[in-house]
T-cell receptor, first 109, second 115 residues
């Protein structure tokens, strides 16, 4: 059965303090590994899709990477506006998109 | 483009009542999904559809039914609401044909309370 696990559940950083969020996955026939950002009271907002091991994508202070078992979301010199819940999800051969439980990121000024 | 639109945005039901949540997308997407989100549990897949006239069960399908009579619409039904179905419901759609374009785009959610 497809499974996506994220860690840590919550992360508090000082502004400018870089860190990484982890996503471990077991998804049969991976067709895409996704990262989303979710703000309170809103729907998830798409950030990145990764398709194969070794692939990397960047957007502003965020960089997503993919291995055969894990994905990482690296946050460089974060700002308070980066505070949100970050969700990882996998699409497999069964056409289901399965989500992890998310990492709540808080950036203190 | 409106993207993915969910109706209604808020609803309070009494135990045993029925209701239908409507999801509409204007992006000509093939795949559509219904999720529920509870505190600390992330998004859990209820049902999904890979095309008009098709539906399939997700991780937590019990107590829900779905229909996809038109490509742009995906309906989620609760026949007899229970307090355990109090949650925020999200609809999503994706193109998912061939290589690439597999990411899903979400609506703003429906907050449902069953008393």
């Amino acid at each position: 059965e497809d499974q996506v696990t994220q860690s840590p559940e919550a992360l508090r950083l000082q502004e400018g303090e870089s860190s990484s969020l982890n996503c471990s996955y077991t998804v049969s026939g991976l067709r895409g590994l996704f990262w989303y950002r979710q703000d309170p009271g809103k729907g998830p907002e798409f950030l990145f899709t990764l398709y194969s091991a070794g692939e990397e994508k960047e957007k502003e202070r965020l960089k997503a990477t993919l291995t055969k078992k894990e994905s990482f979301l690296h946050i460089t010199a974060p700002k308070p506006e980066d505070s949100a819940t970050y969700l990882c999800a996998g699409l497999g051969s069964a056409s289901k998109i399965i989500f992890g439980s998310g990492t709540r990121l808080s950036i203190r000024p | 483009n409106a993207g993915v639109t969910q109706t209604p945005k808020f609803r309070v039901l009494k135990t045993g009542q029925s209701m239908t949540l409507l999801c509409a997308q204007d992006m000509n997407h093939e795949y559509m999904y219904w999720y529920r989100q509870d505190p600390g549990m992330g998004l859990r897949l209820i049902h999904y559809s890979v095309g008009e006239g098709t539906t399939a069960k997700g991780e937590v399908p019990d107590g829900y039914n779905v229909s996809r009579l038109k490509k742009q619409n995906f309906l989620l039904g609760l026949e007899s609401a229970a307090p355990s179905q109090t949650s925020v419901y999200f609809c999503a759609s994706s193109y998912s044909i061939g290589v690439g374009n597999t990411e899903a785009f979400f609506g703003q959610g429906t907050r449902l309370t069953v008393v």
